[in-house]
């Protein structure tokens, strides 16, 4: 079960809500409303016009060549990026000079949202399609500091078999070990290489951050990259379904990052009733409750976090950007 770790109420990140948050919760609050109630659902309605690729500037500035048959560009269009309140809170806490992998790049949500925080961003896409719309998107953005690779990470150079899912949402390919049909999708059949191998003939020497989005191939992109973790000793950001896996299953998947600890992050539930989100708004704005936990709940995990050691999550959850009210 989860438990609340002392040290996240301690750096601001628990139950008690700071007397100088007071205003900018406040103001968390009425945006977040006049988001949810006013501009998203009018952007929602925009976006459904569109038929075309389209290229698009967000409120903070990148661009993006949105696709309106997809979901995450979708999000990117009406929300302003994929997975915000994820990015926000990681925005500032990596010390100058970090290198991050970012594996299931996409079209590049996490990259461009997070360019300003490491020196170097390597992102790894192994589907055509996808990986073009990848390159166009950090090309219109003018982004030095993230290198592009289309190939897959594995625990070995191999050529598997890939589902691309065609229902909307590419992100949701993935490996898989057989062909048998599985709702609107196609076999591919991409390169794999393993992980360590592929960083070393890159001369990728530093790794702070590893940023998994692989669809159920985690285990196998970890194992790969087994003595990188080893020797860096990254933070670990992956998702994980509980409803679909057991604790059996989360523990071979973390036996490849030895000694770690693990913290979810969370938010008002989406089961919550508006008064009871209101109130979580009010007293946290848009920061999670940061709770470590052993064995997963059946329940998915969108992105856990997985600290080498006690003190990497001491400096990394009291390195905290000036808050933003807009």
């Known amino acids: 079960m989860a438990v609340v770790d002392r040290r996240s109420l301690q750096n601001g990140l628990g139950h008690e809500m700071q007397i100088n948050q007071v205003l900018p919760n406040a103001i968390y609050v009425m945006r977040r409303s006049i988001d949810r109630t006013i501009i998203e659902p009018m952007r929602r309605r925009q976006f459904a016009k569109e038929s075309n690729v389209f290229t698009h500037r967000t409120n903070?500035?990148?661009v993006f060549n949105l696709d309106p048959a997809q979901s995450i560009d979708e999000a990117i269009f009406v929300e302003g990026s994929f997975e915000g309140r994820f990015l926000d809170f990681l925005h500032g806490r990596f010390e100058p000079g970090a290198v991050a992998l970012d594996i299931g790049a996409n079209i590049g949500n996490h990259a461009i949202h997070l360019h300003e925080d490491f020196a170097e961003i390597h992102c790894f896409e192994p589907n055509p399609e996808v990986f073009r719309h990848l390159t166009e998107n950090i090309r219109s953005n003018g982004f030095d500091n993230i290198q592009l690779h289309q190939a897959g990470l594995g625990d070995c150079d191999d050529v598997l078999m890939f589902r691309e899912n065609l229902e909307g949402n590419l992100g949701a390919s993935g490996f898989v070990d057989d062909d048998t049909p599985s709702g609107h999708s196609r076999i591919l059949h991409l390169p794999v290489f393993e992980g360590d191998k592929l960083i070393a003939r890159l001369g990728i020497t530093r790794v702070d951050f590893i940023k998994l989005d692989v669809e159920g191939f985690e285990?196998?992109?970890?194992?790969?990259?087994?003595?990188t973790i080893a020797l860096r000793r990254?933070?670990?950001?992956?998702?994980?379904?509980?409803h679909l896996a057991g604790?059996?299953?989360f523990?071979?998947?973390?036996?490849?990052?030895?000694d770690y600890r693990f913290y979810d992050l969370e938010y008002a539930p989406e089961s919550a009733s508006t008064l009871e989100k209101l109130k979580w708004n009010f007293s946290h704005g848009g920061t999670p409750v940061v709770r470590q936990f052993e064995y997963p709940e059946p329940r998915t995990y969108e992105n856990i976090l997985a600290f080498p050691s006690p003190e990497e999550f001491d400096r990394f959850t009291t390195r905290r950007p000036a808050p933003s009210l807009w």
């Open 247 to 249: 604790p059996d299953d």
């Open 234 to 242: 990254p933070i670990v950001a992956f998702e994980f379904h509980g």
């Open 219 to 227: 285990r196998r992109v970890l194992k790969g990259l087994r003595e």
């Open 251 to 258: 523990q071979k998947l973390v036996s490849f990052l030895p």
């Open 60 to 62: 903070r500035g990148y």
